[in-house]
Each structure stands twice: as structure tokens, then as C-alpha cells.
């Protein structure tokens, strides 16, 4: 029988198991310690897993794993070419949460921007409208999106009804790309001068790695707000929380951080104008029925020889 690991982050791990059925042996656990990992894949076929996990060389080189199904679009918690050296196959599923991703985008640019938390803090203390500080509108704001991928091009579909002007900033996108939204592609200092929403929707890459640092940060108007749900590295945490604590900014809204878990400790928790999720932007009943039936149908057609689609596939099966 085919043994399989759920990595506990994947939940309903039991619609999972149901979709799996008699085919595979499933439990539910998985350690983020490397070693703590490479243990726990010792008797496993087939791990399904999220970016809690870290797929290095030394978890593919010290198991037998037969194929690793990756939820959802990042892999830059897997060592791919480890992967492809070691005859591990990988499947993932890039776009089938980005409608999710992205309605998770607009809620957090609303929420900081409109400063809802603030107002809901100046409630629950007896207080009443006078006594908040006053947000800014979205409607006819300019919205720079930085990546405009699967969930960037939803972003600015999403954000059709408030009229505002978008502007992106994707180096691998042509104009055409962007017609049909009318948002014009501009170069990313242009973005960030301009826009008084900047969303960040890209992928961690080695070119994306630390893209918005303190130098891009000043580059914003000081009552400009940045959102994030792609990955944390992509913005410098540090420099975000000075150019928030200085004013430079009016608030941030974060759903994936240079350290996940955020720690409680985190200084970020102490700036009033940060929306902070626990990188759930993808996470709704909706997408993950469908992230979970397409890793379990795709994961058994590899240990059973069949043909998964190649857009699905990061590594094929050697």
C-alpha cells in the first residue's frame, strides 16, 4: 500500500484522505525541523505538503519519497533541482487559489486603507465616529501591482468598480497583458512614486528577493499603503516597520512575513496602521476543495504511471 504524509497546514486533511480513499495510506503530521522531517519521511511514498516545509537536498538525498504534492503556487521552500536529481516528481497547483489570493488583496487594501481595525479598537473602548482618525477612499486611488500574474491580473479585475487608475510593474508581462484591465505597465520606481496602493503579487525569485527595500519604500507618497500576500522576502520587513513608525507610510497590510510563524514578539504587532493575517490569503472552503481533489487525483496518477497535466507539473516524473 502507498504510504502518505499530510502536512498538518493542509486542512480538511480529512476531505483529503476521503479523496484519497483505500489507494494510499494517509497520515497526518510533518515536521518543519529538516531532521525532525527527513525521520518522519522514512516509511513515505508521498508527501503533501505547504510551504511550511523545507524540501532541501538533504530530505530528498536521506528518503525514498516516490512524489511530493505541493499546495498551492510557491515553491521556494522546494529545492527543485534536488527534486529532479533524486527522480521526485512534483506536482503543485499554480492559479487554482489566485481568484482567492486576490479577493484577500483587495479586503486587506480596504481594510487599511479605510483604517477598520482602528475604528472597530475606538468602538469596543465607548467611542464613536469623531473619535477616529479619518481613512482615505479606493475609489479613484492609483494602484500599482507589482507582479501581475494570476492573482495581479485578478487584483485589477477586482478592483474595476472603484475606477481607479492601475499601473504594473512585471518585467515578464507584455502591454497586451494588461489591456483588457486597463492597467498600464510602467517601470517599478514609476509604480511606487505614483501609486497611492502598491499590492505586491509576485513570486519569490532570486530577482524578487528583497525588491522593496528602504530605498523603493521612500519611493512612496507618505500616505500610500503597501499590501503583501505573495512572500515575505520580497519586502524588507524592517525597513517597512521604520518607514511605518516614521510616518513615511500609512499602513501596511501583511498576510506572509519574512518568519512564518510571525512571532508574537514582532514589532510590527506595535504599529496601529498594520493589518497582519497568517498568510491565509488563499484559504477558503471554495479553493481548497479544489487545490485538495486536484493534488490527490494528480499525486495518484504519479504513483500509478498515469499522465498529470504539464502545467502542474515543477518537476515531471524522470
Not at 63 to 69: E, F, K, P
Request: charged share 25%; glycine share 8%.
Amino acid at each position: 500500500m502507498t504510504r502518505a504524509l499530510i502536512d498538518r497546514d493542509i486542512t480538511p486533511a480529512a476531505l483529503l484522505q476521503d479523496r484519497l480513499g483505500d489507494r494510499m495510506t494517509a497520515t497526518v503530521g510533518a515536521s518543519a525541523s529538516e531532521a525532525d522531517l527527513v525521520a518522519e519521511l522514512a516509511d513515505v511514498d508521498v508527501l503533501f505538503c505547504t510551504s511550511r516545509l523545507p524540501l532541501t537536498e538533504r530530505v530528498f538525498a536521506a528518503t525514498d519519497l516516490a512524489a511530493v504534492a505541493k499546495f498551492g503556487t510557491g515553491l521556494d521552500t522546494v529545492d527543485l533541482d534536488a527534486a529532479e536529481r533524486h527522480g521526485v516528481p512534483v506536482t503543485y497547483t499554480p492559479g487554482v487559489n489566485a481568484a482567492a489570493v486576490a479577493e484577500h488583496t483587495v479586503s486587506l487594501v480596504l481594510a487599511v486603507r479605510r483604517r477598520l481595525l482602528e475604528h472597530e479598537r475606538v468602538l469596543r473602548d465607548g467611542g464613536w465616529r469623531d473619535d477616529v482618525t479619518l481613512g482615505h477612499g479606493l475609489y479613484g486611488a492609483t494602484v500599482g501591482i507589482v507582479g501581475f500574474g494570476n492573482v495581479g491580473r485578478r487584483v485589477a479585475a477586482f478592483l474595476a468598480g472603484f475606477q481607479p487608475e492601475l499601473l504594473a510593474y512585471d518585467p515578464y508581462v507584455d502591454a497586451i497583458d494588461t489591456e483588457t484591465t486597463g492597467t498600464t505597465l510602467v517601470d517599478l520606481d514609476d509604480l511606487l512614486s505614483r501609486s497611492d496602493v502598491v499590492t505586491i503579487n509576485a513570486e519569490l525569485t532570486d530577482e524578487t528577493a528583497g525588491l522593496i527595500g528602504e530605498r523603493e519604500l521612500a519611493l512612496l507618497p507618505p500616505d500610500a499603503v503597501l499590501v503583501n500576500t505573495a512572500r515575505g522576502g520580497i519586502v524588507d520587513e524592517a525597513a517597512l516597520g521604520d518607514a511605518l513608525r516614521a510616518g513615511d507610510l500609512a499602513g501596511a497590510g501583511l498576510d506572509v512575513f519574512e518568519t512564518e510563524p510571525l512571532p508574537p514578539s514582532s514589532p510590527l504587532f506595535e504599529v496601529e496602521t498594520v493589518v497582519a493575517t497568517p498568510h491565509a490569503a488563499g484559504a477558503t472552503w471554495e479553493s481548497r476543495e479544489r487545490i485538495i481533489e486536484l493534488l490527490a487525483d494528480n499525486a495518484l496518477a504519479l504513483v500509478e504511471g498515469r499522465s498529470v497535466p504539464d502545467r502542474f507539473l515543477a518537476v515531471p516524473p524522470a
